[in-house]
């Protein structure tokens, strides 16, 4: 449990060949507004200078914990030996290639200080080089909201370190490349999900990311999931069949016409038809096309 003589917050965040990005990522919690916390580091097997990058910030600055580990162990374990040693009342994540807004911190521990009744927030993220786009996820996260798509943002995530010890809550090694989307299914029948409605991390879209790597992994995985909160959701079979996350509507009953994948609609089940971004339709997904008044949210 904290005491008094730990810091409020406890930063965590993996690293693994994180020599070209991980100064900028440890740079951008240092100079953060809010400083009572710990920053916990760990190298997971790195084969190139990451752990040499990590050590020099240790000794410029007292809040690092430097864990080193010599062989690999995998995001999912890393991810488990850091929430163990956490001892701050709440627990943030970072990854070694995203950069957070100088206000993250401030922002996070303020909104869960004034909703004891929230075990974790995240927040809008803006993704940066290979991609270009600010992430607008909704304000309270819903089962519903978790059936149609992952929206917590992981490295943004700032967790209730009570609510984690309390459920034993950790990351699942079966649900690996999607080892967050799994904790938030979980954790969603227990405590309240929120994301602060501002833009708090820049996220780095690059080659490198698990989620471009193991793209087709994610989406098996991903379904595993859907199920599984769609069990949660309701008994009813049609409406199971109308949340699910693949919807195909036939013409006469037997041929394919439209195929309803969360927020995209397939001509002929494969012709990339209407996408939704936002607040508009998007005509073959590019040309803006409806514009819903009702919807704030992106799907990223």
């Known amino acids: 449990m904290p005491t008094k003589t730990n810091p409020k917050v406890s930063v965590l965040m993996p690293a693994y060949n994180s020599e070209k990005y991980i100064a900028e990522a440890i740079e951008s919690i240092l100079n953060q507004t809010f400083t009572d916390f710990e920053f916990i580091i760990i190298n997971d097997g790195s084969t190139d200078n990451t752990a040499k990058i990590v050590k020099d910030y240790a000794?410029?600055?007292?809040?690092?914990?430097?864990?080193?580990?010599?062989?690999?162990?995998?995001?999912?374990?890393?991810?488990?030996?850091?929430?163990?040693?956490?001892?701050?009342?709440?627990?943030?994540r970072m990854d070694s290639d995203d950069i957070s807004l100088p206000e993250r911190l401030e922002i996070q521990v303020k909104y869960l200080d004034e909703n004891p009744e929230c075990g974790l927030v995240s927040g809008w993220y803006q993704k940066f080089g290979d991609s270009d786009r600010i992430c607008h996820l909704p304000k309270d996260v819903k089962i519903y909201d978790l059936i149609e798509n992952c929206c917590v943002c992981h490295p943004l995530v700032m967790l209730r370190k009570s609510v984690i010890d309390k459920y034993n809550f950790r990351y699942n090694n079966d649900y690996k490349c999607a080892e967050d989307y799994e904790l938030w299914s979980r954790m969603i029948n227990v405590t309240r999900?929120?994301?602060?409605?501002?833009?708090?991390?820049?996220?780095?879209?690059?080659?490198?990311?698990?989620?471009?790597?193991?793209?087709?992994?994610?989406?098996?995985?991903?379904?595993?999931?859907?199920?599984?909160?769609?069990?949660?959701?309701?008994?009813?079979?049609m409406t199971k069949l109308k949340l699910s996350p693949k919807y195909n509507q036939y013409l006469f009953g037997f041929i394919p016409l439209f195929r309803i994948k969360q927020k995209r609609i397939?001509?002929?089940?494969?012709?990339?038809?209407?996408?939704?971004?936002?607040?508009?339709?998007?005509?073959?997904?590019i040309i803006p096309f409806i514009k819903n008044q009702g919807s704030k949210n992106e799907n990223c």
Request: overall charge positive.
């Open 59 to 92: 000794k410029r600055d007292k809040r690092i914990r430097f864990i080193n580990h010599s062989k690999n162990k995998g995001i999912v374990g890393v991810l488990n030996e850091g929430l163990d040693l956490c001892v701050g009342e709440y627990v943030a």
């Open 193 to 237: 999900i929120c994301n602060v409605q501002k833009i708090l991390l820049k996220y780095r879209w690059h080659d490198g990311n698990i989620s471009v790597k193991n793209n087709n992994i994610q989406k098996q995985l991903a379904n595993r999931i859907h199920n599984k909160l769609i069990g949660m959701f309701t008994d009813n079979e």
């Open 266 to 285: 397939y001509l002929f089940c494969f012709i990339p038809f209407l996408k939704l971004r936002g607040m508009w339709w998007y005509l073959f997904g």
